[in-house]
């Protein structure tokens, strides 16, 4: 049996590395070089956060998905040992900063609009969207910010129609999601973005509770008239959905267009493929690759828990950095390499357990439908500037690009 002092020894306060590390200039697709460091010296390693503390880090592939699937860790971020990210601000975004039963019960009310029934049945409209979008690019300007003219529009368009909300306030919520995921944001200013568009969706939600329609926001207003919700939980969920629903996959379609069009060989395979098995490889591929969400997520141990010879004990804090599982070795063989012919469908870019993302299946079809779509009809497409001047998200909790200058 385990005890306290098996596995890795405890390092020397000077050792403990500061967390989160910087990516590598030359290398702004892969993680840290210090994450890979740590990797290779085994899967459990203790780190040194922004306040001081120092939670376990884990960066092999098999333990995350131990932890991510035990019922001993808590997604609660005022668990005892929860690792924040930052000084307060912004507060708990619905469900997925709870533990069950109360995640489940939230989980469950939102689960329906996802399913991948439902969501295929969705496919024909998000083509049109991206074609009109591709559209007006080829009658635009040459060159333009693929960002603002492209990737942003598209998740944005479809989860404002999913959920009921006019895309015409589109602006508003983009610019204060950015506020709230920005690290550099105080937490006077996160606070700020989330009241301003929990204010906003606070308002839907009471119209909709006078004047019901076909939309999400309705279905979740519902459950307030029934009394399963309170105004301010459907608040959350609303705005949980629509920060999550255009904030990560946008970065996902800038992100992976500007990975492929550093790897040629790869865009071309991808360009030319007829197949859909391969498009939705490719998309696999690129989740695991990238892995925007690149900060970890973060988890509190409510019991002891040994962990490869290591005893985690409650009140510990944990991070599991999902980008350098997903370039585990023993996982995906030559891990660094992007290869869209790979079987690639175990990472863990949307997570693992019950907390697992519930908006994956509406993601992967937007990416199948873009990386499909748009290199096909733009087959010239290609970077408007250098790589070294494109600006990277290293100031966000999700990562991309700012900008992306192309042209064609």
């Known amino acids: 049996m385990a005890d306290t002092l098996a596995g890795p020894a405890a390092p020397s306060a000077d050792a403990v590395p500061e967390f989160p590390m910087a990516r590598a200039a030359r290398c702004p697709f892969d993680p840290p070089p210090e994450l890979k460091e740590l990797q290779e010296q085994g899967p459990l390693s203790k780190v040194r956060l922004w306040d001081g503390s120092e939670p376990w880090l884990v960066t092999r592939y098999a333990e995350q998905r131990a932890i991510l699937g035990d019922p001993r860790v808590s997604a609660d971020i005022d668990a005892p040992g929860y690792p924040s990210k930052a000084a307060s601000g912004g507060g708990k975004l619905s469900f997925i900063m709870m533990d069950d039963p109360e995640h489940a019960r939230l989980r469950r009310m939102a689960t329906a609009p996802f399913s991948i029934k439902r969501i295929e049945a969705m496919r ?176 509190a141990v409510t019991e002891d828990i040994e962990i490869a010879g290591q005893v985690l004990k409650a009140g510990d804090g944990v991070i599991l950095v999902n980008e350098i599982a997903n370039r585990d070795p023993e996982v995906f063989p030559d891990p660094d390499r992007l290869d869209i012919t790979r079987d690639a469908r175990r990472h863990v870019a949307f997570g693992f357990g019950i907390h697992q993302c519930l908006g994956q299946p509406l993601a992967r079809m937007e990416l199948q439908v873009v990386y499909s779509t748009l290199y096909r009809r733009i087959p010239t497409l290609k970077l408007a500037a250098s790589v070294d001047d494109v600006r990277f998200k290293h100031d966000a909790f999700i990562y991309g690009v700012h900008e992306l200058p192309v042209t064609w």
């Not at 279905?219 to 008239?225: E, Q």
């Not at 990975?259 to 007829?274: G, I, K």
């Open 124 to 299: 024909p409209a998000v083509q049109k969207i991206v074609d009109d979008l591709i559209d007006d690019l080829l009658a635009g300007p040459n060159p333009v910010d693929l960002v603002d003219a492209f990737a942003l529009p598209i998740p944005s368009l479809v989860i404002c129609e999913l959920l009921g909300v006019p895309y015409d306030d589109h602006a508003m919520f983009q610019d204060n999601t950015k506020t709230m995921v920005r690290t550099t944001s105080t937490p006077e200013e996160r606070n700020a973005a989330t009241r301003v568009i929990g204010g906003y969706l606070g308002g839907l939600i009471g119209k909709r509770l006078a004047e019901p329609q076909d939309d999400l926001l309705s279905s979740i207003a519902g459950r307030v008239a029934a009394g399963e919700l309170t105004h301010a939980q459907a608040t959350e969920m609303a705005l949980l959905l629509l920060f999550a629903g255009h904030e990560t996959t946008a970065n996902m379609i800038a992100l992976g267009t500007l990975a492929l069009l550093q790897h040629p060989e790869q865009l071309a395979l991808l360009r030319t493929a007829d197949d859909p098995r391969l498009v939705a490889s490719a998309v696999e591929e690129l989740l695991r690759y990238l892995n925007i969400a690149h900060e970890g997520k973060r988890r």
